[in-house]
């Protein structure tokens, strides 16, 4: 059982459109990650939330963290091609371990 | 710049070999994980160890262990290797635990035959 379900899993846009990705869960996070990970690279870390409601931007990325700490959202704007690669949430579940989702594969198509 | 090192990207062995696979952090790190990657699947982490010679269990600890005999050092081990454990594995590292960023190697792509 996937405690944290990301959708959609596969999702291919044109340059210039906006996307959201979701990543919901039934169990309550001390904090959420989004990490994104290129072809042949290990994920790296885009942001952390840890307050219920908490909005974080970068640059053209948003990140919203439920008000129950259950679930969170990558809203992307204007995509570009370099936005390209494999967007992974993952939660902080008791003291020292994270739960990933099944991660979303984004292609940006000029 | 922070470093997380793993000693092959890609591995190929036979069913039934034993396997290692060694991560190295640069970054004086506590905590270091072991994950497998399967499509779909996202990452599942199979051990992870907070401190020297310590090592917890994750979600699939089944037909693997790990060994830290250094702070720096933390290695997986397939102690006899199966088809079913043909994926990527990433090692990753941590200053606290838990919440804390996680950095990653680059993940080694095994092949088992």
């Known amino acids: 059982t996937q405690l944290l379900e990301q959708s959609p899993q596969f999702l291919s846009i044109q340059e210039g459109e906006n996307l959201t990705v979701y990543c919901n869960s039934s169990?309550?996070?001390?904090?959420l990650q989004w990490y994104r990970q290129e072809p042949g690279e290990g994920p790296v870390l885009l942001v952390t939330v840890v307050t219920g409601g908490e909005v974080k931007k970068l640059k053209r990325l948003t990140f919203q963290f439920g008000d129950a700490r259950k679930d969170s959202s990558l809203h992307i704007t204007a995509a570009q091609p370099g936005d390209t690669g494999l967007y992974l949430c993952?939660?902080?579940?008791?003291?020292?371990?994270?739960?990933f989702g099944q991660g979303t594969r984004l292609t940006i198509n000029p | 710049d922070v470093k997380v090192t793993q000693s092959s990207r890609y591995l190929v062995k036979r069913t039934g070999e034993k396997v290692f696979l060694e991560c190295v952090q640069d970054m004086d790190h506590e905590n270091m994980f072991w994950y497998r990657q399967d499509p779909g699947l996202g990452l599942r982490l199979i051990y992870f160890?907070?401190?020297?010679?310590?090592?917890e269990k994750g979600d699939i600890p089944e037909g693997y262990s790990v060994s830290r005999e250094k702070k720096e050092r933390f290695s997986l081990i397939l102690e006899s290797a199966s088809t079913n454990q043909t994926s990527m594995y990433l090692c990753a590292s941590s200053l606290l635990p838990s919440g804390d960023t996680q950095y990653f190697g680059p993940g080694t792509r095994l092949t088992v035959l």
């Open positions: 160890s907070y401190d020297v010679k310590m090592k």
């Open positions: 169990s309550v996070f001390s904090s």
């Open positions: 993952a939660g902080a579940q008791g003291a020292q371990k994270l739960v």
